[in-house]
Structure formats: structure tokens, C-alpha cells
């Protein structure tokens, strides 16, 4: 069982930003990927930045250049640095982390944390 939990969310204006923690239960080192996805009110949930194991990293075309993916073994800890926020980024950010340890194998999610950016 992995648990994670989120926190960093608010609210902030155009153009602040936030930065996204995941806490999670076990060693991060252990995890196959892990990412942040977002989901906009009455909208599908999106892979918003992703980062393997070894440490390739991908962004969503929209937050490229303003959102970085970042990683503290150490901390098991998965953070979201987000600049240059837009109202347009309001979401529900969910941390998800992939297990492929065979007694744990499986994607695993955060309970949410919420975002709000004003114009």
C-alpha cells in the first residue's frame, strides 16, 4: 500500500505562483513514476508534469516553461513548482505514483489538493 498525501494548494492572483507537495508513505526511490495530474471543474482529470524513476521527466504542452517537476529522496517527497499561474490553472492537482513492486503494484493517487487562480 502506498499512501500520499498533498498539500500546497490556495488561492493566488495571475501571475503568482505555488509550489505542490506529495508526501508519501514509502520511498519514492521505490516508485516506477510519479506525476501530478489536475482536474478543472466538469473536466477530465490531465497528466500535468511526470517524472520516472530514472529521471526522465515530461510536461503537458501548457505548463511547459512555467511548472517544474522536482524530487527529494531523501524527504520522499514529490514537489510542482508553478510560475506564472493563469486562471485557466484552476484545477484539483492530484499527486499519482506507480508501484511496480509485486506486492504493491499499481497506481496510486493523492486525495486532491485545490487550486485557484484569480484573474
Known amino acids: 500500500q502506498v499512501l500520499l498525501m498533498e498539500s500546497g494548494g490556495g488561492s493566488v492572483q495571475a501571475g503568482g505562483s505555488l509550489r505542490l507537495s506529495c508526501a508519501a508513505s514509502?520511498?519514492?526511490?521505490?516508485?516506477?513514476?510519479m506525476g501530478w495530474y489536475r482536474q478543472p471543474p466538469g473536466k477530465q482529470r490531465d497528466l500535468v508534469a511526470s517524472?520516472?524513476?530514472?529521471?526522465?521527466?515530461n510536461y503537458a504542452d501548457s505548463v511547459k516553461g512555467r511548472f517544474t517537476i522536482s524530487r527529494d529522496s531523501a524527504k520522499n517527497t514529490l514537489y510542482l513548482q508553478m510560475n506564472s499561474l493563469k486562471p485557466e490553472d484552476t484545477a484539483v492537482y492530484y499527486c499519482?505514483?506507480?508501484?511496480?513492486?509485486?506486492?504493491?503494484?499499481?497506481?496510486?493517487w493523492g486525495q486532491g489538493t485545490q487550486v485557484t487562480v484569480s484573474s
Open positions: 499519482n505514483g506507480w508501484s511496480p513492486e509485486p506486492n504493491s503494484r499499481g497506481h496510486y
Open positions: 514509502v520511498s519514492i526511490s521505490s516508485l516506477g513514476a
Open positions: 517524472i520516472t524513476r530514472g529521471g526522465s521527466i
